[in-house]
């Protein structure tokens, strides 16, 4: 079994900074991309960054210059740094990762269950 575990949603006031972090665990043998998708009510869940194993990033381009992810290999966890935060980054956050469970397997997509954002005065 193999699971995905996010962390560091919460409440934030525009402008402010969050740092969501997401943790694999489990049968793993290596972990390819990893990425965080998001969800706003009443829209379709969304790319935000996805990191590749040699630290490649893609970003959605609303949030370039001011989102970061990051990955720990050691702990197979990813993070999202996001600072000056929008109203319209509220949204459920989660976390996926694209994860080989033994040598002679190929790559199958795990997803957390999710993380909400809130950006609010």
């Known amino acids: 079994q193999v699971q995905l575990v996010e962390s560091g949603g919460g409440l934030v006031q525009p402008r402010g900074s969050l740092r969501l972090s997401c943790a694999a665990s489990?049968?793993?043998?290596?972990?390819?991309?990893m990425a965080w998708y998001r969800q706003a009510p009443g829209k379709q869940r969304e790319l935000v960054a996805l990191?590749?194993?040699?630290?490649?990033?893609v970003y959605v381009d609303s949030v370039k210059g001011r989102f970061t992810i990051s990955r720990d290999n050691a702990k197979n966890t990813v993070y999202l740094q996001m600072n000056s935060l929008k109203p319209e980054d509220t949204a459920v956050y989660y976390c996926?990762?694209?994860?080989?469970?033994?040598?002679?397997?190929?790559?199958?997509?795990?997803w957390g269950q999710g993380t909400q954002v809130t950006v609010s005065s």
């Open positions: 996926n990762a694209d994860i080989r469970r033994s040598t002679w397997s190929t790559g199958v997509v795990y």
């Open positions: 489990g049968s793993i043998f290596s972990i390819n991309d």
């Open positions: 990191i590749t194993s040699g630290g490649s990033t």
